[in-house]
């Protein structure tokens, strides 16, 4: 569970930061993020990146995909 939480957290903060200026222009059109990972579906990283995508998608009312 730890290492499921510290993969969303990492993820999260590195969103945030590529994200923290780019909203302005392209607020209009949904932005698409895109996390590559080698691990297996059952792997921390794969179920971090899966709560990261519900996690932005909700609280961006859709505008991160």
Do not use: Q, Y
Request: aromatic letters at 4%; one cysteine or more.
């Amino acid at each position: 569970m730890k290492s499921i939480l510290r993969a969303v957290l990492c993820l999260f903060a590195a969103a945030a930061v590529t994200l923290s200026g780019s909203v302005a222009w392209c607020a209009d059109k949904p932005i698409t993020l895109r996390i590559g990972h080698v691990v297996t579906e059952d792997g921390g990283e794969h179920l971090g990146s899966l709560k990261l995508a519900e996690l932005l998608d909700k609280k961006s009312n859709g505008m991160i995909k």
